[in-house]
Nanobody, 128 residues
């Protein structure tokens, strides 16, 4: 019924760029913080970035080193992740989530209650 759908993944060469999108199926998400996580084979899911309802508050993972930019367009119920200078270590399935709590989005359910919504993921593969 209410879904998050990721898109924009694909295969790129190291140093290339991708822009991921996460689109919600309802206006409800205008009131939700949203975020990105990723999971590589054999590894735990890890936080990438999160953004508040208005877009005025943002959190990034340390590994990004300024390469990634999160944004949102509430008129389109869509959140974006611009990824530049991609490296093979960035290869993973990227998931978006949403919750009314920014902290819950950032934690992704670790040590507490999970976010209300998760998308099904989009594959990002970076070749060397």
């Amino acid at each position: 019924q209410v879904q998050l759908v990721e898109s924009g993944g694909g295969l790129v060469q190291a140093g290339g760029s991708l822009r991921l999108s996460c689109t919600a199926s309802a206006r409800t998400f205008e009131r939700y913080a949203m975020g990105w996580f990723r999971q590589a084979p054999g590894k735990e899911r890890e936080f990438v970035a999160a953004i508040t309802v208005s877009g005025g508050g943002i959190s990034y993972a340390d590994f990004e080193k300024g390469r990634f930019t999160i944004s949102r367009d509430n008129s389109k119920n869509t959140m974006y992740l611009q990824m530049n200078n991609l490296q093979p270590e960035d290869t993973a399935v990227y998931y978006c989530n949403a919750d009314r709590s920014f902290e819950t989005v950032r934690l992704g359910g670790a040590g507490g209650t999970p976010p209300e919504y998760w998308g099904q993921g989009t594959q990002v593969t970076v070749s060397s």
